[in-house]
Nanobody, 120 residues
Framework: QVMLVESGGGLVQAGGSLRLSCAAS????????MGWFRQTPGKEREFVAS????????RYLDSVKGRFTISRDNAKNTVYFQMNSLKPEDTAVYYC?????????????WGQGTRVTVSS
């Protein structure tokens, strides 16, 4: 079992930045492909970004390309999500997710979520 704990959410003005972190409790973090999803009330959870085990393959939702950056530190069992130029439409609960070996879009493990609110 892998536990994922997110941190770094909060309230920020439009144009501002936040960095989310997700710490994984596992001795095999390097075997996990990691990603971030987000969800707003009344909508389905949507994929935002993913990163492969070695960090060489990155994927992003089109609307966040150029603004958000996913990265990982395998030595610290942590994945990061730098969000710049935030917009009110980025407001959501952000969830960290993990999949074994390869990211297939249907993660096996989920964090509890951290709320991001962007004011206009």
């Amino acid at each position: 079992q892998v536990m994922l704990v997110e941190s770094g959410g909060g309230l920020v003005q439009a144009g501002g930045s936040l960095r989310l972190s997700c710490a994984a409790s596992t001795r095999t973090f390097s075997n996990l492909a990691m990603g971030w999803f987000r969800q707003t009330p009344g909508k389905e959870r949507e994929f935002v970004a993913s990163i492969s085990r070695g960090g060489d393959t990155l994927r992003y939702l089109d609307s966040v390309k150029g603004r958000f950056t996913i990265s990982r530190d395998n030595a610290k069992n942590t994945v990061y999500f730098q969000m710049n130029s935030l917009k009110p439409e980025d407001t959501a609960v952000y969830y960290c997710a993990a999949d074994l070996l390869v990211w297939d879009g249907s993660p096996t493990y989920w964090g509890q979520g951290t709320r991001v609110t962007v004011s206009s």
